[in-house]
């Protein structure tokens, strides 16, 4: 009797052990599956986090604008050049480019002047933009945004400024293009030695 008391006893034994280790095993097992879900979630979080700061990093140092030509125009074929002109084309991948939304910083050897745009005809801290090419359509003086493949004359009255600009023979001038997006695109150069009988001088 006392045998059968001491049998039943190990075998209770032997079964709270078991239940306990079985338990001490599912609950290492929900533990452990509850740090790699909260692992994931936080990698998830911070690999978005990198890629949305690496793409806004993009955007601050990469300019969005590509100058392709310069010229100035003068009043007829004497004289000095009165008025800027700066053709520009979206760099590769960039975004669009709201010329309502950007600065053109000009500067020579008496003054430094910002230029805000304009749909109208430009005059004193002003410049506008026309279309060179627009295939779709879409830039005009009252929305002047430029999109991929468009083509787009900045034009600076430089004689109508409060005081006023000229651009003469070997003069050295400096602008910049700040747009709303992106870094700001330098324009420099030197006026060539002689405007000759030209009405158009090709500046850069």
């Known amino acids: 009797m006392k045998a059968n008391r001491k049998s039943a006893f190990g075998h209770d034994l032997h079964g709270a052990v ?4 079985m338990i001490v095993f599912i609950a290492t097992i929900l533990v452990a599956a509850t740090a790699a879900a909260v692992l994931l979630d936080t990698s998830g979080k911070l ?43 979206l760099a590769p991948g960039a975004e669009s480019v709201d010329l309502s939304q950007m600065i053109v910083r000009i500067k020579d050897k008496a003054q430094v002047l910002d230029l ?13 933009g026309t279309a060179v090419r627009d295939d779709d359509g879409s830039f005009s003086a009252a929305t002047p945004v430029m999109n991929a493949g468009d083509l787009v004359r900045i034009k600076i009255p430089l004689a109508l400024q409060t005081t006023p600009m000229t651009l003469a023979p070997r003069e050295a001038f400096d602008s910049m293009l700040l747009p709303e997006v992106g870094t700001h695109v330098n324009v420099g150069f030197t006026a060539p030695s002689s405007y000759g009988s030209d009405t158009i001088v090709i500046l850069r």
């Open 18 to 21: 078991g239940i306990g280790t």
């Open 47 to 89: 690999q978005d986090k990198a890629q949305s700061t690496g793409s806004e990093t993009t955007k601050e140092v990469a300019s969005n604008l590509l100058v392709k030509g310069v010229y100035g125009t003068r009043q007829g074929t004497t004289g000095d050049v009165k008025w800027l002109n700066i053709t520009v084309s």
């Open 116 to 128: 805000a745009y304009t749909q109208n005809a430009a005059g004193a801290d002003q410049f506008n």
